[in-house]
C-alpha cells in the first residue's frame, strides 16, 4: 500500500503534468486562432470579388453551364 508521502508525490507529479498540457493546449489554441484570424481578410476580399464576377454574364452563364 503506497504511503501518504508517495500518494501526494504521485498526485502533484499528475498535476504538474495536467497544467503543463493544459499550457502547451492553450498556446497552439491561440497559434491557430491566429491563424485563423489572418484568413478572414483574404476571405472577405474573395467574397466580395465573387459577388462582383457574378454580376458578369459570362461568368454566370459559364457557372449554370456545370
Given at each position: 500500500?503506497?504511503?501518504?508521502?508517495?500518494?501526494?508525490?504521485?498526485?502533484?507529479?499528475?498535476?504538474?503534468?495536467?497544467?503543463?498540457?493544459?499550457?502547451?493546449?492553450?498556446?497552439?489554441?491561440?497559434?491557430?486562432?491566429?491563424?485563423?484570424?489572418?484568413?478572414m481578410?483574404?476571405?472577405?476580399?474573395?467574397?466580395?470579388?465573387l459577388?462582383?464576377?457574378?454580376?458578369?454574364?459570362?461568368?454566370?452563364?459559364?457557372?449554370?453551364?456545370?
Amino acid at each position: 500500500m503506497a504511503t501518504p508521502q508517495e500518494l501526494f508525490d504521485e498526485t502533484k507529479t499528475r498535476l504538474d503534468l495536467n497544467i503543463a498540457k493544459a499550457q502547451i493546449l492553450e498556446r497552439e489554441i491561440q497559434e491557430k486562432v491566429a491563424e485563423k484570424n489572418q484568413l478572414m481578410q483574404p476571405i472577405m476580399e474573395d467574397q466580395g470579388a465573387l459577388k462582383q464576377l457574378e454580376k458578369l454574364s459570362d461568368v454566370v452563364q459559364l457557372v449554370e453551364s456545370k
